[in-house]
């Protein structure tokens, strides 16, 4: 069973940054994309950021400027720089990879912006 472990979140002022990594169990061979979901109270989870096998990378245009996706293959992890953040960016984040046709979620990781 494939396990997604994040870590990272917390609380930071508007317009602050936090850094985002989610550890996959899994080989970046057997990858085929992974990336960030958020849902915020009340609202439905949405996609925040996806980075595919080939380095292709792909951004909700709400973050675009301001969110960045990275991976580190040897760690085989993925990573969600964010910078100015806003009170609108508070929300659970949740790590997702396809991995051989199947879709895998972390637990979530909380990030609070403060106005």
């Known amino acids: 069973q494939v396990q997604l472990v994040e870590s990272g979140g917390g609380l930071v002022q508007a317009g602050g940054s936090l850094r985002l990594s989610c550890a996959a169990s899994a080989s970046w061979f057997a990858i085929s994309s992974m990336g960030w979901y958020r849902q915020a109270p009340g609202k439905e989870r949405e996609l925040v950021a996806t980075?595919?096998?080939?380095?292709?990378?792909n951004y909700a245009d709400s973050v675009k400027g301001r969110f960045t996706i990275s991976r580190d293959n040897a760690q085989n992890t993925v990573n969600l720089q964010m910078n100015s953040l806003k009170p609108e960016d508070t929300a659970v984040y949740y790590c997702?990879?396809?991995?051989?046709?199947?879709?895998?979620w972390g637990k979530g990781t909380l990030v609070t912006v403060s106005s």
């Open positions: 980075i595919h096998k080939g380095g292709s990378e």
């Open positions: 997702a990879a396809h991995i051989l046709s199947r879709d895998y």
